[in-house]
């Protein structure tokens, strides 16, 4: 969908800003550059929507190569996001986010319903904030509208300079959520720069990291953080990769451990005596369908004795996640309530518990099957007690 083809940027001073660069951005995919500061990041970008024209090479977009195509019609075509967020001061947030489907020559009732739509899409509602200035606005309530204003047109290509790097890191990480969630039903075609390795990683389906002027890396961010490219790269990415790596290792059934189960109904009697032979603490409780109540543990289904069920003495579960979450949200959860496991859930049904054991163990799966260039899935490891 954007493609670049031995892409060269001098500036008229001899600097070289962009050096032979050649990669693609699929349809749909959200690839983020990364890189120090000075490597060439906006260079690459602004190229996409001729803000800066190379040297020589091509960029194709949608298989059009862009130098032919007029650049005020190129940018309306092209959304663009950038940290200043640069919107209007004296127009209101339903105008600025109308801009586009304006010049566009759209109807005016119809451009601002579009508008009404899209701030209703990034968490603004159009009713509260549509009539307000932007100094009427918080930082990242202006940066929603940003991205509102490039959606609005709704544009097969999104351009995002450090989209999200004027806020503060708890605002900043909930944008980025947002952002993604917002992606998974838009699926635009995303180029997004950023210095922060954190956020490439984090909103990346691929990572291009950026050397001066090259890539030196361009690959998934499981491949980046494990099996860096080059010295650069690893120095890059740090020597903390694998903690990093726990934000895109997603947690899968295979990782799980099964637990004893007990059922609500069960006398409490009976399920204790099953743990016993098990000699397990506790089991999780679970209804006919599968779905999970919460869990029980073996010294109060024994001193229960003959008396009552095990719904009886079913305690919340506090840490749980979903299936496909990444491994850190299951860390987190389980440093926060201070417990050993996590529950893992598939909607309401209950496919088993993550242990830290588990947890290294899918971990080290993930990076050693990155570093071989090898499916997750045709890899077999040894199970925890081997190790
Ligand atoms: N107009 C210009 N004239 C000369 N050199 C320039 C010009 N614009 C940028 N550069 C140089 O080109 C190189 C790449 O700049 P660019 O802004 O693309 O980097 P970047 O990776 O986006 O950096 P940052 O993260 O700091 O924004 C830098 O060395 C920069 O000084």
Redesign the pocket.
Known sequence: MIRFEEVCKV?P?G?T?VDGLSFEVAEGELVTLV?P???????TMMMVNRLIEPTSGRILVGGEDVSRVDPVRLRRRIGYVIQQVGLFPHRTVLDNTATVPSLLGWKRRRARARAAELLDLVGLDPKTYGDRYPEQLSGGQRQRVGVARALAADPPVLLMDEPFGAVDPVVRERLQNEFLNLQATVRKTVLL?T?DLEEAVRMGDRIAVYGHGRIEQFGTPGAVLGAPATDYVARFVGADRGLKRLSVTEIDEDSLEQPPVARPDEPAGVAAARLRAADARWAVVLNAAGDLHGWVSAESLALAGDRGTVGDLTCRMEAWVPLGAPLKRAFGEMLQHDAGWVAVVDGERFAGVLTPAKLHEALRRSVGAEALGVGRDQVEFESVADV
């Open positions: 500036y001073d600097t800003a890189g500061s000075g490597c060439g990041k906006t260079t720069v210095h």
